[in-house]
């Protein structure tokens, strides 16, 4: 999973994709877990490396980062799979 | 190494062009602590929902309501509604705060009783009034607020009986500018049905005349509907005056006066928009004062408002029970809380707030009950902080009509706590048990066996 290339993300959370005009903001962890995925991180990098820094467990954390995960792709920012293969 | 606080990740659209223009409201202030008792050891002592009414908070709001009357008006009188919250406790606070009882039933009426409420302190209100609540009312020298021209005839024909002469009022109904007009309860003043009650009782050896009762609607935003109300009971009582040479004692104005509620649909929360008790005393006292009774036949002024007394002193306390997002990617999150015991979430976007601290990010949010209804939703959207499984929300201004028109479906009803005037917690309700249901119920003997 990777985030499109041409989305804007600020130190304050603010997300910007300038193909539909749309904002977002994001809290803290969001904005953390968006700079692992442009870093191309895997899923499971992703977990360990909240899990080591955060207060929280796996089950609780693996659902949250789904549910995000699906807020991404709903709101298409994320590279779909063919466009990664391509 | 310490770990950091876990939220969860949110990313939220920002949109521009919203039709409210004042914004939507975000309820993230944590309400940690009731009258200095902790929520999260209510919840632990008494379960989860929780009901938790204030003592503090009624009788505070009452002697506001008192005085907003009394420095505007000589004589006043409140008369607790009993349907809006009929526990015993909170029954007793009000006539320990010097209100007489405002009942609609005979289960009411005897309720009152049962505390130990004087039969003449009493006002016996409601449509529905049998042969026997009635004679138990004649008896005790109660007011009796005649409904209808049948109930009418049945007093007077008990009067006969008892050969007793029972103090009586009637409702009046009245087009006060108003939408909707209330005209189901009692006779209406503009087609001359109240007059004509009135010239009935009085021509009728029976039965006495005190005083003349109106309930006007409910939930009312417009103050100036009761100087109206007021103006037209004035005008009634005057014309017996007139031609009978008989003094009303009473005008009683019924309940309705909106509480801090914020009603679904309205932009702006309750508390900053609806009337204070000021408000309303202004306009009812002018009403009264100017009209052309003698200073000393002024009519003693009645009020039975109930919402307005008791909503902002009662809490319900629920823990989430998970978040979803729905089919549109929007955030669901599910309370213990449903319509079974938060019937006025149908008419009320209730204040919602988190127990526990949050950061200030936040999610719109519909939240639903638990039960397996589609129609159990508490806020259809809500402006709240990232809440977790397990954390607790306090719902406000619950205090009435919930303790009355809750329902046991589904789900058992919880415990009521009231939080004393010396900040400790007392249980006046227990919360219900399987027994208690079964304990009402009967099987047939040939259903008590089944192979399944």
């Known amino acids: 999973m990777k985030l499109r290339k041409n989305i804007a993300v600020s130190e304050a959370g603010l997300l910007f994709n300038p193909v539909t005009g749309e904002s977002f903001s994001l809290n803290p962890i969001g904005i953390e877990i968006l700079s692992l995925l442009r870093e191309e991180k895997s899923d499971e990098e992703i977990r360990s490396a ?33 466009e990664t293969k391509a | 190494m310490t770990k950091l606080r876990y939220e969860r990740p949110v990313i939220k659209k920002l ?20 009258d ?12 989860s929902p929780l009901f938790v009414i204030s003592e503090k908070t009624i009788r505070k709001t009452i002697q506001k ?32 705060e010097g209100s007489w009882a ?10 009152a009783i049962s505390l130990g ?4 302190k009493i006002i016996f209100n409601g449509p529905e009034k049998s042969e026997e609540d009635l004679t138990k009312a004649i008896k005790n020298d109660s007011l009796i607020h005649i409904d209808h021209l049948d109930e009418l005839y049945t007093i007077s024909e008990l009067a006969e009986k008892q050969k007793a002469r029972p103090r009586v009022a009637i409702r009046v109904n009245m087009d006060t500018g108003v939408y909707p007009m209330w005209d189901r309860f009692g006779f209406n003043y503009e087609n001359g049905q109240a007059w004509d009650a009135i010239n009935k009782i009085m021509h009728s050896d029976n039965m006495e005349l005190v005083g003349l009762h109106c309930h006007i609607g409910t939930f009312m935003l417009a103050p100036s509907a009761y100087g109206i109300a007021a103006s037209k009971l004035a005008e009634l009582a005057l014309s017996v005056q007139e031609k009978y040479k008989h003094e009303i004692k009473y005008i009683d104005l019924g309940g309705g006066f909106a509480s801090k509620n914020t009603l679904k649909g309205a932009y702006l929360p309750g508390s900053d928009t609806n009337p204070t008790f000021d408000d309303f005393a202004e306009v009812i006292s002018s009403a009264l004062l100017n009209s052309n009774f003698k200073q000393e036949k002024l009519p003693m002024l009645i009020l039975e408002t109930g919402r307005a007394l008791i909503d902002e002193a009662g809490y319900l306390l629920g823990s989430v029970i998970s978040n979803k997002r729905s089919s549109t990617g929007r955030r669901n999150t599910i309370l213990d809380i449903g319509v079974n015991i938060l019937f006025t979430s149908f008419w009320y976007d209730h204040k919602i707030t988190p127990a526990q601290a949050f950061t200030h990010y936040s999610e719109d949010t519909c939240i639903y009950g638990p039960l397996c209804m589609n ?41 009521v706590v009231l939080i004393d005037m010396d900040e400790k917690p007392l249980v006046i309700r227990l919360r219900e048990t399987l027994d ?10 040939h259903l008590k066996k089944f192979n399944v």
Not at chain 1, 53 to 82: C, V
Not at chain 2, 15 to 34: A, D, L, S, V, W
Not at chain 2, 41 to 47: E, R
Request: proline share 4%.
């Open chain 1, 50 to 82: 909240i899990l080591s820094r955060y207060n929280t467990d796996n089950p609780t954390f693996e659902k949250d980062y789904q549910d995000f995960i699906g807020i991404l792709k709903h709101n298409n920012l994320l590279e779909s799979h063919e």
């Open chain 2, 15 to 34: 949109e521009t062009g919203m039709p409210n223009k004042f914004g939507t409201r975000t309820e993230y202030q944590p309400m940690t602590h009731i």
């Open chain 2, 36 to 47: 200095g008792v902790a929520v999260e050891k209510l919840m632990k002592d008494y379960g």
């Open chain 2, 65 to 96: 309501a008192k005085k907003a009357f009394k420095t505007r008006y000589p004589r006043v009188q409140f008369a607790w509604s009993y349907k809006t919250n009929y526990l015993n406790a909170i029954c007793s606070i009000f006539h320990q």
């Open chain 2, 102 to 111: 405002e009942v609609v039933s005979g289960f009411e009426y005897d309720k």
């Open chain 2, 117 to 120: 409420v004087d039969g003449k």
């Open chain 2, 375 to 415: 129609i159990d939703v508490i806020r259809e959207s809500a402006s709240l902080p990232l809440l977790n499984k397990d954390d607790h929300v306090v719902i406000h201004n619950v205090g009435a009509y919930n303790m009355t028109q809750w329902m046991q479906f589904i789900a058992l009803r919880p415990n």
């Open chain 2, 436 to 445: 208690n249901m079964n304990s009402m119920e009967k099987v047939p003997s």
